[in-house]
């Protein structure tokens, strides 16, 4: 099967774009910072495995403690 450099450089834009607002969802409730943790998806997505592998990491993080909330 053919494939051209145009299909990857769609998958990786594609992809990229998908992990990144995989990556912002999760921020929001893992980090201070969501836009960053979007933004450090988009750029690790770009070799398809450094974006999985940020993804697992990001969502075996804990969840922030919100105000008024005590962790049990």
Known sequence: ???????IGKFIAI???VVAIISY???RRKTETPVLAAVLGAVFSIV??????????LMFKRDLVKEGESRA
């Open 15 to 17: 992809f990229s774009v």
């Open 1 to 7: 099967m053919y494939i051209n450099l145009t299909v």
């Open 48 to 57: 398809p495995i450094f974006g999985l592998i940020y993804l697992a990491v």
């Open 25 to 27: 969802y999760l921020g």
